[in-house]
């Protein structure tokens, strides 16, 4: 046998290029764009002979569609796949999002042909079933906050507090009340919130919430009674409760009482419904308007603009003007209400009756989890907060005071001082293989942490979560601040220039 020749230059400059490219089996991918050239063709088909193109003027010419292979697209598309970081592959802890596992019961149930084969213009009698599911949904969601008038159509949180303001805003009108143009809207608020009232014509008015995390009755007086003595100009309020610090409203109840007499209606912002789930209902503090996001609270996959799902609860006095069409039950039959059949509805939001998907998968996971499952998981979701809350207070500046609800709210105040932000300890959590939490939210903080551990975290991830949070405070304090500013360097994409993508944002690929 003769020895094989060493590799030449070039040779071995390509295996060098595949070692940087695919280090450790982890492809640095590429556009398809940047892969094709120009004389292959991903399908080979040979013209007919004796056929003429009756395409016309439809004709297409090059649509510039990349020539690549069928083995090559394949390929990009599965490893652009295994850079998705989601639920299923780590601890996701962002705040305000409620990113728990999917239990897979429920994908299982809303796979069943008789649930994913049917279509919305069936005749009602051919899918009573899928309806009566829709209804009992709408019975636990009433059950649970004790708010009796449910529509389950808006498509996401954002949609439900569109639905629930404009039910507001119907309410107010059938009664004349054209003097209510004041939403109240606390600073810490979800940024839907204020954004929902403008939309359905409403001036802003902020309470301010900075000291104490929470809507006190003074500061929430000030802001009532600002331009008229009665709060006669008042049309209502949207707070989050608990509140986007992760903390609850402790002086709701005397705020509602204040507001109720100024005639306007409580919206609250129910996306954190999953502290309160089974330990209260929303209508006993004096709710008029809830939506609830399914895909938080009731474990559909969310993230990444899948959908979602946002029905609205709301109190007897509402329930005349909620969106349309709700399920109705006559006799042993289920319907759903025509259009205009109810007059005083604010009228229909969307096509056919919503994320049916996303229905059946909600009550899955209330009748899989019971009465007493469902408490449970606010329970846990609030003890593993306060677990990590308590096991970080040394090591990061915790804002306000006392235990906190579901969530656990830091800054950088302590990790600033030696110059390191925010932002350094988010691209530090990504170097040890951890999603960030969410950051700079709410606002009402200077570099906020906002840490949403979730019920089925169990205590190693807790732990593996803390430590390398201790970790990174303690090379801070010691003064080993250098290496957070450069910051992920193992991931793919390595530390951005922030503010030259803010100000010279590139929006479209453009080849070299
Ligand atoms: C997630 C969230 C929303 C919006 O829900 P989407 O489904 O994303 O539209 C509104 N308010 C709060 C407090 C939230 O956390």
């Known amino acids: 046998m003769t020895n094989p020749a060493p590799l030449n230059d070039n040779e071995l400059e390509s295996v060098m290029e595949i070692n940087d490219r695919t280090r450790g089996l982890n492809y640095d991918e590429n556009l398809l764009w940047e892969k094709e050239h120009n004389d292959t063709a991903g399908v080979d088909l040979v013209p007919i002979a004796g056929t003429k193109s009756r395409t016309g003027v439809a004709q297409r010419g090059n649509i510039g569609l990349p020539q690549v292979s069928e083995p090559e697209v394949v390929r990009h598309f599965v490893r652009l796949s295994t850079k998705n970081y989601s639920i299923d592959s780590g601890f996701f802890p962002l705040g305000s999002c409620t990113m728990k596992h999917n239990p897979r019961l429920n994908e299982k149930v809303a796979r069943l042909p008789g649930l994913s084969m049917i279509h919305p213009l069936q005749p009602e009698s051919t899918v009573q079933g899928a309806i009566k599911i829709m209804y009992e949904l709408q019975n636990w969601l009433a059950e649970l906050t004790n708010l009796p008038g449910i529509c389950l159509t808006p498509a996401a949180g954002a949609h439900g507090e569109l639905a629930g303001v404009m039910t507001i805003r119907r309410a107010h009108d059938a009664k004349g009340h054209t003097q209510k143009t004041i939403m109240l809207v606390p600073d810490s608020a979800h940024g839907t919130n204020p954004a929902t009232a403008k939309m359905c014509g409403y001036d802003i008015r902020v309470i301010p919430t900075k000291e104490t995390g929470r809507v006190t009755v003074e500061a929430f007086k000030e802001a009532l009674y600002a331009t008229d003595p009665k709060g006669d100009d008042i049309a209502g309020m949207m707070v989050t409760n608990p509140n986007t610090c992760g903390l609850f409203e402790t002086d709701i109840a005397d705020v509602v009482d204040l507001l109720h007499e100024a005639g306007g209606y409580f919206y609250c912002d129910g996306a954190n419904f999953n502290a309160l789930v089974g330990k209260i209902r929303p209508g006993d503090f004096g709710v008029d308007v809830m939506h609830i996001n399914l895909h938080k609270t009731f474990s559909t996959p969310h993230g990444g603009g899948g959908p979602g799902s946002g029905p609205i609860c709301v109190a007897e006095t509402l329930r005349p003007y909620i969106p349309t069409p709700i399920v109705v039950k006559e006799g042993d039959k289920y319907r759903f209400e025509r259009d205009g059949e109810r007059e005083t509805s604010c009228g229909r939001l969307k096509g056919y009756q919503g994320q049916f998907g996303m229905h059946v998968r909600a009550l899955s996971y209330m009748l899989s989890h019971g ?142």
């Open 371 to 512: 009465a007493d499952g469902l408490k449970q998981v606010s329970e846990d979701a609030v003890l593993n907060a306060n677990y990590i809350s308590a096991m970080l207070k040394d090591d990061y500046h915790a804002p306000f005071e006392g235990p906190c609800m579901h969530e656990a709210l830091f800054t950088e105040k302590y990790q600033a001082e030696k110059g390191v932000t925010t932002l350094d300890v988010a691209k530090a959590l990504i170097e040890y293989g951890m999603h960030p939490m969410t950051v700079y939210f709410p606002l009402v903080v200077n570099g906020a942490m906002l840490v949403e551990p979730t019920e089925t975290e169990g205590k190693d991830e807790l732990d593996r979560f803390i430590n390398v949070m201790k970790k990174i405070a303690y090379d801070v304090r010691s003064g080993d601040t250098e290496k957070f500013h450069d910051y992920p360097q193992a991931a793919p994409v390595k530390r951005l220039d922030e503010l030259k993508a803010a100000r010279e944002p590139k929006l479209r690929w453009q080849s070299v």
